[in-house]
């Protein structure tokens, strides 16, 4: 290894996390790292970074709650577009995000790999929108890694093509064989990143607009 560098294992260990959850902030762009053959390497300043950006705002929820709360999502209307809005940001934590960029002939390999969220959960729940070219995909932690080398994403902040989303196993909350998300999910992606579409999903599931 370089001198002067880490191992996401040393890295880990100094953000008092596990090695998943480094590898998953690392995808998420929160921990900065660069690839030396197989293996991910930090320097000192980016673990610095990442633990002063976990130190920041309140607790969140876990993982594991934060589908719960999803499964309830309905009750959160009774609040209006307000009330909406603020438990799509406390179940922001039911996955590590990110964007990436995916070789169009690569992408429906991806795809497969995991469970469709965005767009493409919403145009199979009947909502009427445009699927285009950037997708959302949601991975288990375990296999994210693997998934995403095998497709050669890169992860970038401009011209993504997959949002991909991942999941700690222990809260993995998609039955086996589960192609895509529930449409509250579909709905959560996209107004995560401000898509109009959501507005239409929003239709699909409430039966009108909300009022502030």
């Known amino acids: 290894m370089p001198t002067g560098l880490l191992s996401l294992e040393q890295a880990a260990r100094q953000l008092g996390v596990s090695r998943r ?3 998953a902030m690392v995808l998420n762009g929160r921990l900065l790292a660069e690839r030396v053959g ?3 390497v930090v320097t000192p300043e980016a673990v610095r970074r990442a633990a002063g950006l976990r130190s920041t705002g309140g607790r969140p929820v876990s993982p ?5 709360l999803i499964d309830g999502l ?3 209307v009774v609040g209006g577009r307000t009330g909406l809005d603020r438990q799509r940001r406390k179940v922001r934590p039911r996955a590590v995000h990110t964007t990436v960029y995916v070789h169009p002939g690569a992408v429906a390999r991806l795809l497969d790999r995991g469970v469709l969220g965005g767009l493409d959960a919403a145009a199979a729940a009947g909502a009427p929108v445009d699927v285009e070219t950037v997708h959302d995909v949601y991975l288990r932690a375990s296999q994210a890694s693997e998934v995403l080398e095998d497709v050669g994403a890169r992860p970038t902040p401009d ?3 997959v949002h991909v989303h991942v999941v ?3 809260a993995w909350p998609f039955a086996e064989g589960r192609r895509t998300a529930d449409p509250w999910v579909a709905w959560l992606d996209l107004a995560d990143r401000e898509d109009r579409a959501a507005d239409t999903v929003l239709d699909r599931l409430i039966g009108g607009r909300l009022r502030a």
């Open 21 to 23: 959850r480094a590898e």
């Open 38 to 40: 197989r293996q991910w």
């Open 64 to 68: 594991k709650k934060a589908w719960a």
């Open 74 to 76: 309905p009750s959160g």
């Open 159 to 161: 011209g993504a093509n």
């Open 168 to 170: 700690d196993d222990e």
